[in-house]
Nanobody, 122 residues
Framework: QVQLVESGGGLVQAGGSLRLSCAASGSAFSTYSMGWFRQSSGKEREFVAS????????QYADSVKGRFTISRDNGKKTTYLQMNSLKPEDTAVYFC???????????????WGQGTQVTVSS
């Protein structure tokens, strides 16, 4: 498994942008799929985006398509989530996840960061 630490969250106005980073430690980072999930108060953790180790295949939740972009730098062992045109409904704690399977189900991902808060004001 990999150890993950997120950064880059904060408070932003609607229409603004943020970039989240997820730094990984451990070996074989490039073999792991990486993902971003989010969880808002009273709701279950939901899938946001994922990227395979080869950086070719990416998936997005319908709610963020066209606004968010996931990327990775295997040399730096870091995964990014660029979030543009943010909306108040994007407010949540965002979690980075790592795993050997690439699914939209949180329970299938083996490694998790501690989360970073993103708040979008209207």
């Amino acid at each position: 498994q990999v150890q993950l630490v997120e950064s880059g969250g904060g408070l932003v106005q609607a229409g603004g942008s943020l970039r989240l980073s997820c730094a990984a430690s451990g070996s074989a980072f490039s073999t792991y799929s990486m993902g971003w999930f989010r969880q808002s108060s009273g709701k279950e953790r939901e899938f946001v985006a994922s990227i395979r180790g080869n950086d070719v295949s990416r998936q997005y939740a319908d709610s963020v398509k066209g606004r968010f972009t996931i990327s990775r730098d295997n040399g730096k062992k870091t995964t990014y989530l660029q979030m543009n045109s943010l909306k108040p409904e994007d407010t949540a704690v965002y979690f980075c996840a790592g795993g050997l399977l690439t699914t939209k189900e949180a329970r299938t991902w083996g490694s998790w960061g501690q989360g970073t808060q993103v708040t979008v004001s209207s």
